[in-house]
């Protein structure tokens, strides 16, 4: 591209992981960038909380500033790699109004505070990109926005936390209990010190949220998308899914669906069993896939990596380019649109078919009796699987029935569970866990 235009201005928010393979590739690939784009980029400093932190990556002295007030204030472009809620988002506020367009990673600020940053973003006709808080390296957020903005998105399922997916892949394929394999994503990096925010799907839901505000153009407060954790699976659950034919998955679920009072989405996070033929069964380790099933475009599938700093960093520096290509061309930045504005549609009302763990009684007319329980709720069964377990004390065998449904709304469900954990022929529900993708 012919370079015609003043060199434009980069402040960078934080030097850690993924902010300091930024700074890295922005300062070293300088000619390229400047030939993608029609302007030289020049990064004019670095905020960090300490000069004396560690930097994965040599960066210049003189670019490190703890002062990221004076910082974001003049600058072209604001990277924001810092994370957390504040100071970020005052920071992210500041550099908008100022003029500025702003680039962020930060999932659990847009979760939590996503409408307002547009709505600034919006009044002065900046741009907000935001590719790198969802699914890292993978191209996800653009392809809703842009690629697919003609065609109409009916569902994503999203496998979007990598820890969760390194863990549930390490009990499938090594047979590691749910606490071994936890402890090895620890000790390899891949789960921290507190996995909280992964292991109970926090994360998850986050970007959930920000994918199903994308797709359906609706406002998708976090705290209304349903959220289950991986932390009841057991290694028997996965084995046995594992001999039916299927991988357990902790899906991102956005889809429109038909509410009680007309269209509205279902937004959710839980462990989900997913047959071994589907596209997000095959997605092993901490990689991350998005499934997208669109009107026109049929289902589509964008896989890679989940994390990792050049890797997210690659969803940062693409953000860069883009609103530095809009400053060379001019016109006003793309706001993020909820004209839609569909109903949040609550889980009691999807349909999902299940597999239902019981452990019961050991005795005749159980299977009659728990069946009873089922039909009585609507909700049809479309196989039974019986086991016995021997007692490790010689007392009774525990018998385990693993009950597969057909599609029934989640609300029927509930109160097929609910009835059989005061049934005398069951001892525990030991399980429930939704199919998607059949
Ligand atoms: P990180 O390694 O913890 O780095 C955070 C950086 O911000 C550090 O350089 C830190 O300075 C600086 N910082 C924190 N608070 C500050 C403050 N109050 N003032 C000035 N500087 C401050 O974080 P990260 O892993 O790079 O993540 C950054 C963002 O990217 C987060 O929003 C995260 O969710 C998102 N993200 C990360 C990944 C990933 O793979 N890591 C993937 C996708 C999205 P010091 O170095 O001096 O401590």
Redesign the pocket.
């Known amino acids: 591209m012919k370079q015609n235009y003043r060199n434009l201005t980069v402040a960078i928010?934080?030097?850690?992981?993924?902010?300091?393979q930024v700074a890295h590739r922005l300062l070293t690939h300088r000619a390229e960038h400047a030939s993608r784009i029609g302007a030289e980029l020049d990064v004019v400093g670095i905020?960090?909380?300490?000069l004396d932190?560690k930097r994965s990556v040599d960066l210049p002295a003189e670019l490190l500033t703890?002062d990221?007030e004076s910082l974001v204030v003049g600058a072209d472009i604001v990277v924001e790699?810092?994370?957390?809620i504040e100071?970020a988002k005052t920071l992210i506020l500041r550099a908008l109004e100022s003029g500025a367009d702003v680039i962020?990673?930060?999932?659990?600020?847009l979760a939590a505070h996503g409408p307002e940053l547009f709505d600034a973003a919006d009044k002065v006709g900046a741009q907000l990109y935001y590719e790198?808080?969802v699914a890292?390296a993978i191209p996800i957020i653009r392809p809703l926005r842009d690629s697919l903005a003609g065609d109409h998105v009916n569902r994503i399922l999203g496998i979007v936390n990598g820890t969760t997916n390194f863990i549930l892949d390490l009990m499938d394929s090594e047979g590691q209990s749910m606490e071994q394999a936890l402890a090895t994503a620890t000790d390899l990096g891949y789960a921290e010190a507190d996995p909280t925010a992964d292991i109970e799907g926090f994360d998850a839901a986050q970007k959930a949220s920000l994918l199903a505000q994308l797709a359906f153009h609706t406002a998708v407060d976090v705290e209304q998308v349903y959220r289950e954790g991986i932390t009841k699976i057991t290694l028997d659950q996965v084995r046995q899914a594992r001999s039916q034919g299927s991988v357990v998955k902790l899906l991102a679920i956005c889809e429109r669906v038909a509410g009680p009072d007309g269209p509205g989405v279902s937004v959710r996070v839980h462990p989900t069993l997913v047959p071994d033929t589907h596209p997000l069964a095959s997605v092993r380790g901490a990689n991350n896939a998005v499934f997208v099933e669109a009107e026109a475009a049929g289902s589509l599938m964008f896989y890679g990596a989940?994390?990792?700093?050049p890797?997210?960093a690659s969803a940062v520096l693409g953000d860069i380019v883009s609103a530095a290509r809009r400053h060379v061309v001019g016109g006003p930045g793309v706001a993020e649109s909820t004209h839609a504005n569909l109903p949040m549609v609550d889980p009691g009302h999807i349909d999902t078919s299940y597999h239902v763990w019981l452990e019961v009684a050991d005795r005749p007319g159980v299977l009659a009796e728990i069946a009873q329980v089922f039909a009585a709720k609507d909700v049809s069964v479309e196989t039974v699987q019986q086991s016995l377990t021997p007692d490790a004390n010689g007392g009774p065998p525990t018998a385990t029935l693993v009950i597969q449904t057909h599609r029934a709304p989640g609300e029927s469900l509930d109160a097929v569970v609910n009835t059989l954990q005061s049934s005398d022929a069951v001892t525990r529900v030991s399980g429930v866990i939704r199919v998607e993708g059949e």
Do not use: D, F
């Not at 905020?47 to 300490?50: D, F």
């Not at 962020?104 to 600020?109: G, P, R, V």
């Not at 989940?306 to 700093?309: F, L, N, R, T």
């Open positions: 928010l934080g030097a850690g992981t993924v902010g300091a905020a960090v909380r300490s932190s703890t990221a790699l810092m994370g957390g100071p962020t990673a930060n999932k659990a600020l790198a808080a890292g989940g994390a990792g700093g890797e997210t």
